[in-house]
């Protein structure tokens, strides 16, 4: 059966564009002396509202008059977090542009590959990324030219983005959309994280945008200080360190690399009190010994995302430290769908469609299953893209012919109509006719003291012909490695789950995990390296 949203119907409007909805003269509600914009690193690097606002059409004017930019032309960005980035991404945009963000983490290869999907008219780059850029850019055939640096420095032949696109007194005038492009043309190109395969660019349009910042103002998040460390290249990052703070009058404090001493420290002396983090950091606030360390009392709300978030790791944060963390779901292809709260997440639950979504839960035989029972979501809504960059098949493999995007995620839902996660369809683990979800060892593995975060992944063993199932575990607390620990970890595992769920594969202690740009564990190198290992 289809769900429906138990909220009263709303429409969201589609004939403002994003630009008009952020700095329209009718909106008084952010003042123009508000800072929204500062770097930690470099706090004379700050603006203002107002100074947003000017830059922006200065970027607009400056890509049209330097550079030629027309309606749909690229602008790919790679680099760490920048206060200017926000200026650039809007600054295409308003005039009828496309913004990409590219992962400035990756090798010259793969930038390459996402200028072969993006196809930029300009890049622009970062000291710690110029190298990367410049290669990429030789693999792809970009002129140099057409290669600019964040600083205030020419580098490597690329001029600086302050004298190139933040200087001069001509302001651009903002691009008249229809509601046709509002709703359907991409306003940005985000990248999937890859962790299945190639990556695909995401046409995030300005109707997502603009309707998930009705939501967030209707949801009342805090609008105090906010800290951005979570790459601005990741889609949770383009609406709640970039839109969110224009929109809502918020202070950013920038964090253009950061470490996890890094960001407590930045909680502190800042006096944060919102973040969006991956749950790997919020197990590290709630169990690591130097975290106690910090003063945490200003933070009112966490919101998590990027990768699944474990119900202990919430319980934990709330019992030792009183944060108030949510379960902020969803993907690249689907912005925040449900309305939550700290305390249905501490319930694990996702929460209730918000108004306007609909969503069925599908078997594998593309049924529809009854209510309670697993399936995967598809959903239909307001803030989910309308497909993939140039990518015609892959759009039609994400889109149903009913217009249900297809997220890859198993959930429940139960008779209020409140929603649960259970695991990723192709995380499933075959161990011979039974199915194992990794999350149900994960979960088990999470409530001992001394794992700090976990991975369970299904390898396949050769002599057996079936999977079997194998935990990665990081050591909370820089616990020191030894075989008595993980044969603890192993037994405190098996002797809490049925036979058919032990881990037969074994239980391996890392130092670290290979992670996406989001924090998302990157399942796929692990199943590779154990697969590899099994053959060798």
């Known amino acids: 059966m289809v769900i429906y949203s138990k ?66 032309d690229v602008i790919a960005i790679c680099s760490p977090n920048q206060v200017a980035y926000p200026i650039l991404l809007l600054g295409a945009h308003t005039i009828g542009g496309i913004s990409a963000a590219i992962d400035h983490a990756s090798s010259p290869e793969r930038i390459a590959s996402d200028f072969d999907i993006a196809r930029p008219k300009l890049v622009v780059a970062h000291i710690d990324t110029i190298d990367s850029v410049l290669a990429a850019a030789k693999i792809y055939g970009l002129d140099e030219s057409h290669i600019l640096i964040f600083g205030d420095t ?21 691009y008249e959309y229809t509601p046709e492009q ?3 043309d991409p306003a940005y190109l985000y990248f999937t994280s890859g962790t299945t395969g190639r990556k695909k660019a995401v046409k995030v349009t300005q109707r997502m945008i603009i309707t998930s910042l009705i939501l967030i103002e209707e949801f009342s998040l805090p609008s105090a200080n906010m ?12 609406l709640t360190a970039i839109h969110q703070p224009l929109y ?21 002396k800042y006096k944060i009190a919102f973040m969006v983090a991956q749950p790997y950091i919020v197990s590290s606030m709630a169990k690591d010994k130097i975290a106690a360390e910090y003063d945490f009392s200003s933070l009112q709300c966490i919101m998590c995302c990027g990768a699944a978030l474990d119900q202990n790791i919430t319980l934990t944060a ?12 969803g993907m690249t292809e689907l912005f925040g769908l449900f309305r939550t709260t700290p305390a249905i997440t501490l319930a694990n639950g996702l929460g209730y469609l918000a108004p306007g979504y609909s969503a069925k839960l599908i078997n594998d035989e593309g049924n529809e299953v009854p209510i309670g029972q697993m399936g995967e979501l598809c959903v239909k809504g307001p803030t989910m893209t309308t497909g993939y960059y140039r990518n015609p098949e892959a759009t039609a493999a994400l ?18 109509g409140m929603f649960y996660y259970v695991d990723r369809s192709k995380d499933l683990i075959k161990y011979g006719l039974e199915h194992i979800y990794p999350s149900d060892i994960e979960n088990v593995l999470m409530t001992h003291p001394k794992v700090s975060d976990c991975a369970v992944i299904g390898f396949y063993s050769q002599e057996l012909t ?9 050591l909370a607390n820089h616990e020191k490695y030894s075989e008595a620990v993980e044969r603890e970890l192993k037994e405190y595992a098996d002797s809490r789950l049925p036979d058919r769920k032990r881990l037969r594969g074994g239980l391996i202690i890392v130092k670290s995990f290979p992670r996406t740009a989001s924090g998302k564990i990157q399942r796929r190198l692990l199943r590779q390296q154990a697969n590899e290992a099994t053959k060798a």
């Open 7 to 72: 909220y009263p119907h709303r429409e969201y409007p589609n004939d403002t564009s994003l630009y008009n909805l952020i700095f329209s003269k009718d909106r008084t509600a952010v003042p123009q002396d508000k800072l929204i914009y500062t770097d930690i690193e470099n706090p004379e690097r700050s603006v203002t509202f107002a100074q947003a606002h000017i830059q922006i059409l200065k970027t607009g004017a400056n890509l049209q008059n330097k550079f030629g930019f027309q309606k749909d």
């Open 154 to 174: 020419d580098m490597k032949g690329a001029r600086t983005v302050d004298a190139t696109l933040l200087s001069g007194d001509e302001l651009a005038t903002p």
């Open 182 to 184: 509002i709703g359907n």
């Open 227 to 238: 800290l951005a460390y979570t790459e601005f290249h990741h889609a949770s990052s383009l």
């Open 248 to 268: 809502c009058g918020i202070t950013v404090y920038v964090m253009p690399h950061f470490t996890f001493i890094g960001i407590c420290e930045a909680i502190q």
């Open 318 to 329: 709330k019992e030792r430290l009183g944060l108030n963390v949510i379960n902020g779901f």
């Open 399 to 416: 889109i149903d012919t009913e217009g249900y995007l297809h997220t890859g995620d198993l959930l429940r839902c139960d008779e209020e």
């Open 466 to 474: 079936t999977e079997l199932p194998r935990a990665y575990v990081l």
